[in-house]
């Protein structure tokens, strides 16, 4: 069964540090997500992603963020300058042909720590 | 602003029993919604997708229905097992995700 994968499963890194998640998203899939989960808290949304643009984005998702689809399977998170409470997981989704009708599918998630 | 309530936060039952876990949203101009299962430290598993077309949907021993014009949607487990046992959650679109019912099922 087709999933969506993440790498790395975890990373830490420094703040002021840039760091790159990565997904692969299911193969047939036209829209993408990032969202985030705090420690306990709720899964926030980030940014969708559709036909190599941004389709939709939330307040969290300001300057220090940026999504990039490089080539046909890969869909990444750029923190431009991590600060501590951007630790958190991070979760890429996928879903069908639109947005509205088709389930999304989660990755396992990132987790990024923020030292 | 879309606002997803769940209602209860937590929730301990006995195995076998069946149980009703509660989703309340504030605007009805939704397209659809989903339910997911998280287990601790895991990504959201899908469970179930609701049209706004549609009343319920069903898969296995798990039935959700959807009331759009009162806000409400309902996840029905039948005969739980401790395999149940995880957070659930309810998210309209993309911004709206409900903060989960942790559900724990004991043998």
């Known amino acids: 069964e087709p999933e969506v994968t993440q790498t790395p499963s975890h990373q830490v890194t420094q703040m002021g540090q840039e760091v790159i998640l990565h997904c692969v998203p299911i193969s047939n899939h036209l829209y993408f997500y990032w969202y985030r989960q705090i420690l306990g808290q709720k899964v926030e949304f980030l940014v969708s992603?559709?036909?190599?643009?941004?389709?939709?984005k939330s307040e969290i998702f300001d300057d220090q963020f940026s999504v990039e689809r490089p080539d046909g399977s890969n869909f990444t998170l750029k923190i431009r300058s991590t600060k501590l409470e951007d630790s958190a997981m991070y979760f890429c989704?996928?879903?069908?042909?639109?947005?509205?009708?088709?389930?999304?599918?989660f990755g396992p998630g990132t987790r990024l720590t923020v030292t | 602003k879309q606002e997803v309530t769940q209602i209860p936060a937590a929730l301990s039952v006995p195995e076998g029993e069946n149980l009703v876990l509660n989703c309340s949203f504030t605007?009805?101009?939704?397209?659809?919604l989903q339910w997911f299962r998280q287990d601790p430290g895991k990504g959201l598993t899908s469970l179930l997708l609701?049209?706004?077309?549609?009343r319920e949907q069903t898969s296995g021993r798990l039935n959700a229905s959807l009331d759009k014009s009162s806000g409400r949607s309902t996840l029905y487990i039948a005969a739980s097992q401790p395999g149940d046992s995880a957070t659930y959650l309810c998210?309209?679109?993309?911004?709206?995700f409900g903060a989960g019912t942790r559900l724990t099922v004991k043998p």
């Open positions: 989704a996928s879903g069908g042909r639109d947005r509205y009708h088709y389930e999304q599918y």
């Open positions: 605007d009805s101009a939704i397209y659809n």
């Open positions: 609701i049209q706004s077309s549609q």
């Open positions: 998210a309209v679109k993309e911004s709206g």
């Open positions: 992603f559709y036909n190599n643009e941004i389709s939709e």
